[in-house]
């Protein structure tokens, strides 16, 4: 092999490299992200005592058809950004995958003199350069489902569920939807005092 050959392989392994690490970035974030949209799913579907106090109270305006009826909107819509994000997750391995893949084709070209493995390592490039860009499109069109800002969800995942709001979304229901008894009593007092 000349020189020029060698430092075009060197560079062919330095881009294949730098995408494995872009691919298991990125990899890492929807992960993240889908196991925190698991977990909202998961608390849907657990009964909350306050919930269930305000089903019996008459003082919230909602009546109990249409409580229960929000509620499984909110859980099918979860369910959807759910296999939305594996989906996204999928193809985020799938990326990863050819790019490793065209790594290991390129350093196997380096040891032998086997000039197909050049065209097989840019396939698998070009395969999972595509594939990365399916799943963030994925991540792009869920984020687009989401109720929340765009800056909530960066902020969720950055600090990865440890933020004291981050069940946030279960008590916004109570609150703007049908506030309840207590913050009702409350608004009372202060008209009152």
């Known amino acids: 092999m000349s020189v020029e050959q060698t430092t075009q392989l060197i560079q ?24 925190f949209i698991s977990q909202q799913l998961q608390g849907l579907h657990r009964p909350e005592p306050s919930l269930d106090a305000d089903l019996r109270s008459p003082a919230t305006g909602w009546s109990v058809p249409s409580r229960l009826s929000y509620r499984r909107s909110q859980i099918h819509r979860l369910r959807y950004r759910y296999r939305i994000s594996r989906y996204s997750v999928l193809s985020a391995y799938y990326a990863l995958l050819f790019a490793i893949l065209s790594c290991f084709a390129l350093v196997v070209r380096g040891m032998i003199d086997w000039n197909a493995l050049i065209p097989i390592a840019l396939g698998c490039f070009v395969i999972g350069v595509s594939t990365l860009l399916v799943a963030v499109g994925l991540t792009l069109v869920d984020w687009h489902l989401s109720d929340r800002a765009l800056l ?42």
């Open 152 to 193: 909530d969800e960066v902020q969720q995942l950055l600090s990865l569920g440890t933020d004291p709001g981050a069940h946030r979304w279960q008590k916004q229901f109570s609150k703007t939807k049908a506030p309840s008894t207590a913050l009702r009593q409350h608004r009372q007092k202060m008209r009152v005092g």
């Open 12 to 35: 062919l392994i330095l881009n294949s490299v730098l995408m494995s690490i872009a691919c298991a970035l990125v990899l890492g974030g929807l992960t993240a992200r889908h196991t």
